[in-house]
DNA sequence: AAAAGTCAATGAAACGTTTCATCAACTCAG
DNA sequence: CTGAGTTGATGAAACGTTTCATTGACTTTT
């Protein structure tokens, strides 16, 4: 019974043709007030909804964004995901939400995917900048696509934050307390964010005059396992670093999980200092110093850009916009135990 | 040019009719093996794919699903939220996702949403099992609805936690080591899981003959920071909680949060028990002991048994599923300081 | 008073499918 | 050799909209 009235029957109750009926439904102008009212009363009287689906196919639109994020599961991503889409929600817009867990061919049959589906619109965090396969994917679905944390290489839009930035301080914060032996591990070389913060890292070296041993920079993937994985390598070592920053969003689990399973305490034994925020950084114990960013706000600037490009009401060159980073001092980074 | 081939550019390079290329797109039997070969052929030559939105309208069936989640940015959620799409993209559907922030009015609004865009069936967690309004809401839908965690008294299935069970053996944990005082900061008494988690409190006390102070049991909602407040409230009175269970699932982190603010240590001063597990669970120092269950599960469940109602494969009376919670213990508890 | 111009309403066409009643061709039994 | 039966292809109709070229009724201009 719902949405069982069409738009005919609309018509046929108010005695008028079907176009003037839809012109009364979409607001048009050049429609006279008499008609207007019996149009809108039979409207009510049916309890007419107009069906998306055939307005849908007539405009050529859906009203539908997809969004291909690395893994729901991670609140900083969440959050994004969230704000995004109540920006999405009041422009009348509804979310598509997939999860490509990093994975290259996931990502690729999601897009293939959500172009069938006729979405408007895409926001993504790709796997990789320059994989020739899913670059030709993204441009083939010939929709707009804001990227996060990804650097575009075409016409899409990119919201970057300043991982470099906030990794820049965050070792030079490290070195200042006597650590020399600093390591970072993050996400992939092939996106932005793996690949500005061991930027920012080199940068914080180079500034306070030291060299890197770039064993002690582990750049390989964003899946959270690594973090433990890496870690517990890197504390078996023969030469084991006395402080770490986890860069990658998920990876703050996994790399104190592994200094505690060293038997190791923070910051005594090693410092650390996470990327992203997150409840367990603010009350673990020691609270754990971060590099901090806010997604929610990267969320709701990413569907305006993009709502934007749908309209057309932005048609400038692609857009690269970089957000802030800022470092959040806790307790859990000291001067190391023994002096270099 | 992605899919800008039609069925009818199909048809017509393959010299058939419109009907035959559908057949053989829609894998009918009743087609000359050669005719079929060349149809295949016109479409790998054109690239055809068929458009979504015009076999949605034909058919009736968008392959959509909706989902009304209290908060995506809680894991647990999330948690659950993933595996189900992982299960409905395997079957080829897609998920809407929507966040009710626990608010009725906002809910009503979603299940209109969702209802115009016609979904094939919906998984949510309501703000309210009896609010007459959101009732009729769900009952206009018209699409099988998988609720979570909430009983269903109209023909929708449940996916219910035992969260009585888990909340018993929590509270006798307590009442073993000594607590007489054990607070316990839940959600709204209008669902089941704020509901059963007071059932099973007062089954604890009761097994141990024991009775409630009523003050102790805050069952108001479950928003993140109620927690806080409910906390903050308890410690402020003249006997303050030396127990406390974090019922709700976004609870724990506001409970510490003001615990630590009161300046008091767990277990020492008091002993925390949180509801759902979580990395600030298991990584707080002390790891704090949590009733856990698991959501990925639920999710799973939860999408199959949709996908059976949708299909009609399954057409039952409303299930009820019951899924285990267990007590994990940690670190968290301890004697009380001055026995009663 | 005729011509030209406005303003609103009309109804057919189109969007890209699926489905279904026909139809054509062929096979086989009598 | 005819009539019935079978198999497979056909093309129109339908799904519920929006849009656009027409049309009809008025109004204004010459």
């Given at each position: 019974m719902t949405s069982k009235a069409t738009i005919r029957d609309v018509a046929k109750a108010a005695g008028v043709a079907l176009g003037t009926a839809s012109r009364v439904i979409n607001k048009a102008e050049?429609?006279?007030?008499?008609?207007?009212?019996?149009?809108?009363?039979?409207?009510?009287?049916?309890?007419?909804?107009?069906?998306?689906?055939?307005?849908?196919?007539?405009r050529g639109e859906t009203r539908t964004?997809?969004?291909?994020?690395?893994?729901?599961?991670?609140?900083?991503?969440?959050?994004?995901?969230?704000?995004?889409?109540?920006?999405?929600?009041?422009?009348?817009?509804?979310?598509?939400?997939?999860?490509?867990?990093?994975?290259?061919?996931?990502?690729?049959?999601?897009?293939?995917?959500?172009?069938?589906?006729?979405?408007?619109?895409?926001?993504?965090?790709?796997?990789?900048?320059?994989?020739?396969?899913?670059?030709?994917?993204?441009?083939?679905?010939?929709?707009?696509?804001?990227?996060?944390?990804?650097?575009?290489?075409?016409?899409?839009d990119s919201m970057l934050m300043a991982h470099a930035d906030g990794m820049q301080k965050?070792?030079?914060?490290?070195?200042?307390?006597?650590?020399?032996?600093?390591?970072?591990?993050?996400?992939?070389?092939?996106?932005?964010?793996?690949?500005?913060?061991?930027?920012?890292?080199?940068?914080?070296?180079?500034?306070?005059?030291?060299?890197?041993?770039?064993?002690?920079?582990?750049?390989?993937?964003?899946?959270?396992?690594?973090?433990?994985?890496?870690?517990t390598e890197l504390l078996a070592t023969d030469a084991p670093p006395t402080g770490v920053v986890a860069g990658g969003i998920a990876m703050l689990p996994g790399v104190v999980r592994a200094i505690r399973e060293a038997g190791l305490s923070i910051p005594e034994d090693i410092s650390v200092i996470g990327g992203g925020d997150s409840d367990?950084?603010?009350?673990?114990?020691?609270?754990?110093t971060v590099i901090r960013w806010d997604y929610a706000e990267v969320g709701r600037a990413a569907a305006k850009i993009l709502i934007d490009r749908i309209t057309g009401s932005d048609d400038s060159a692609p857009r690269q916009l970089l957000f802030p980073t800022e470092l959040v001092v806790r307790q859990s980074c000291a001067r190391p135990k023994l002096q270099a």
């Open positions: 050049n429609v006279a007030p008499e008609i207007r009212q019996r149009v809108q009363a039979a409207i009510d009287a049916l309890g007419y909804q107009p069906d998306v689906l055939a307005q849908s196919m007539r964004i997809g969004i291909i994020i690395r893994d729901i599961t991670l609140p900083a991503f969440a959050a994004f995901v969230q704000s995004a889409q109540e920006e999405l929600e009041a422009q009348n817009y509804v979310l598509m939400l997939t999860c490509s867990e990093d994975r290259p061919e996931r990502e690729l049959s999601l897009l293939n995917l959500l172009a069938q589906r006729r979405v408007d619109g895409l926001i993504m965090t790709g796997c990789s900048e320059s994989d020739s396969k899913l670059l030709e994917a993204r441009g083939q679905i010939g929709v707009p696509i804001v990227m996060l944390d990804r650097v575009a290489h075409d016409s899409s965050a070792v030079e914060l490290l070195i200042d307390l006597g650590h020399r032996r600093i390591a970072l591990i993050t996400g992939s070389n092939e996106v932005h964010s793996g690949r500005d913060r061991v930027v920012g890292y080199r940068r914080a070296y180079r500034n306070k005059a030291l060299t890197v041993d770039n064993s002690l920079v582990r750049a390989r993937d964003f899946r959270g396992e690594s973090g433990y994985r890496e870690m367990l950084a603010r009350l673990a114990t020691p609270p754990v």
